[in-house]
């Protein structure tokens, strides 16, 4: 995760060291021996037992996956426990990226061109974590439930998020779109010209114009 210190950007945590919990318990079900004579049924319901006590979820790819997945824990490349409070920290990364944002993210000798493949993955850099505190939004908390010997489910099987809860993802997810985030500053549309052409072609760019809705011509988005 990019953490933020005293107003700047601090990559020293971006990437995790080692194996997560959740990777320690399913390693722990698959590859534990248990005592001579123990019951290996019980043995391995013990531990899935207490995984589920420690908050050792699974939500499949397919139902983690789309942007419209109800699970609000559930979706893939977003970071942190709380997926709204995190959506509001990446868009503070964002703002004091954008606002540090200019020649110095090329080399000398690069076109000025290319700033715009640096720009889009800054200007999108919350997509992911936008998906993911949007599925607070009328989502619904559930898991896999399965009968046990005990013959009761460990957790409940669903249950709605809570009002507040999805009014707070709503307001979260309206920030994001509001003109002040979705201008791009003139001082970073400027630097940029027009691609040669030998970098058209490339997926990881976009181009930096809307289309007025009244006489269709192309503008720019400016601050």
Known sequence: ?????????????????????????????AYSEFAPGANEATELERIVEDGVAAGMLFISDAD?????????LASLWDNGADPIAMLRHEMEVRRIGLSRFGLGNIPIGTPLSLLEAKLLPLYLHHRYQLEAAAKSLG?????????TAAGANPVTAQQIVEPARQR???AAVLETIGLEELAIPSRILDLIPPSRLSIQSQRQLFRLILRCPLCSNHIAPRD
Do not use: Q, W
């Open 1 to 29: 995760m990019v953490e933020i210190k005293n107003g700047k950007l601090d990559l020293s945590n971006a990437y995790a060291v080692g194996i997560g919990a959740y990777d320690k318990f399913a390693i722990k079900y």
């Open 64 to 72: 983690a996956r789309p942007p419209g997945a109800a699970h609000p």
């Open 139 to 147: 989502g619904v908390f559930y898991t896999y439930a399965v009968k």
């Open 168 to 170: 707070d993802s709503l």
